[in-house]
């Protein structure tokens, strides 16, 4: 039986490459989104991270396949889906913060909660963090928050998991090319330019690096709790 990775946010950007990468390496791919993945053999179960019915449904659904693996194959559980709002700590209604943390933050506790019990060993479950995961800038009030609370996340889950043969880590990439950058700074090319510059290689990340280094992680367990930078040396201010 193939090995497993289930993905959230696979249809573009980071988890679309992430996805690749699995499926060239023989993997089975579940891509947990509202949209499809783009690459060819990839399954996508739709799903809302936000919305506790559609969640629920998949997480069934997921049980019920991982049950019937009954540890045949490891599973590398790939929390990737993120949502960033422009917003600032003195204008943000609660009603913002809880949809970033319903996505960023929640949606993990649901799928670890419903998945965990039947990963084997070999397992992993990994945590797509940000460089804003441990710093912060001004303007996206809610996204750092709940990337703050994705590093306690992952340090608990590696605590709580100790003895089990199921290893995790935090993989914080830097300014990476991918739609939600570009949507977040208005596709403007001369800020997308400047924040390529915020690094020693002068360039933003490729998701495809990114994809790299989560397959990496996942595949050596001595990185256990470990927070993975993926930024080319970023300049620090």
């Given amino acids: 039986m193939n090995p497993l990775a289930i993905l959230t946010g696979a249809s573009s950007g980071i988890g679309a490459a992430a996805a690749e990468q699995f499926i060239d390496q023989g993997y089975s791919v579940i891509n947990i989104s509202r949209r499809d993945c783009p690459v060819p053999g990839v399954e996508t179960l739709h799903t809302d991270l936000a ?3 559609s969640l629920t449904g998949t997480c069934d659904t997921l049980t019920a396949r ?6 045949a194959a490891p599973v ?3 929390h990737n889906a ?3 709002l422009k917003d600032r ?3 943000t209604e609660d009603s913002a913060l809880i949809e970033a943390i319903s996505v960023n933050v929640l949606s993990i506790n649901t799928l670890n909660r419903s998945l965990l019990t039947a990963m084997p060993q070999g397992s992993s479950v990994l945590y797509v963090g940000s460089t804003l995961s441990e710093k912060a800038v001004a303007g996206a009030f809610s996204y750092i928050v709940s990337k703050h609370a994705q590093l306690g996340m992952m340090r608990a889950t590696c605590q709580d998991l100790m003895g089990r043969g199921i290893h995790t880590a935090l993989i914080c990439p830097g300014f990476t090319d991918t739609s939600m950058l570009r949507q977040h ?5 001369g800020v997308l330019e400047s924040l390529g510059a915020m690094n020693s290689f002068g360039r933003l990340v ?3 690096e990114i994809a790299e280094l989560i397959l990496w992680v996942h595949q050596h367990p001595v990185v256990n709790g470990s927070v993975m930078h993926g930024n080319l040396g970023q300049i620090e201010h």
């Fill in 206 to 208: 490729s998701p495809i």
């Fill in 82 to 84: 993120s949502l960033m």
């Fill in 76 to 78: 590398c559980l790939v």
């Fill in 51 to 53: 919305d506790t019915a």
């Fill in 185 to 189: 700074v208005g596709n403007d090319e």
């Fill in 89 to 91: 700590c003195d204008t």
């Fill in 66 to 71: 991982l049950q019937a693996q009954n540890g």
